[in-house]
């Protein structure tokens, strides 16, 4: 069964049985040498949250900013101004990010959490991710 998920679905599958996708990044950075930051904004921190969770999180986990405002894309990550729900403004996020917090990758979320129906003609729970 194993062999068959793996087979199928190959290099997408991030880990087994108790390996949370936290245990993965820890693992992977560490063997790399390699230090991570990230940029939320309709997660409101969760990735960040789960990081820090790991034993030993200080050694590649630079931090995060957790940008819910559009100013704070703006004026901390150095988002253009324009749509803040767009995959364009997750990569700005992602540089900025890695930038600010001198990490050697970057990930960023962001997306329309509401209370709005829409948001830059997206519909609520639509998301977008960038990773450098």
Not at 20 to 36: F, I, K, P, W, Y
Not at 63 to 85: E, H, M, N, Q, T
Request: aromatic share 6%; proline share 3%.
């Amino acid at each position: 069964m194993r062999a068959m998920i793996v087979n199928r679905f190959g290099d997408i599958i991030f880990g087994a049985d108790d390996q949370t996708m936290e245990d993965v990044v820890a693992s992977r950075l560490t063997a790399r040498g390699m230090t991570l930051a990230v940029a939320e904004s309709v997660t409101g921190g969760l990735i960040a949250s789960r990081l820090v969770n790991i034993v030993g999180a200080s050694t590649w986990f630079r931090g995060g900013v957790v940008s819910y405002a559009s100013d704070v894309k703006f004026d901390l990550l150095g988002v253009p101004r324009g749509p803040v729900v767009s995959a364009g403004a997750a990569e700005a996020m992602a540089r900025g990010v890695r930038t600010l917090l001198g990490s050697d990758v970057s990930l960023s979320v962001t997306g329309v959490a509401g209370p709005e129906d829409r948001m830059a003609n997206r519909p609520v729970r639509s998301s977008w991710a960038s990773r450098l």
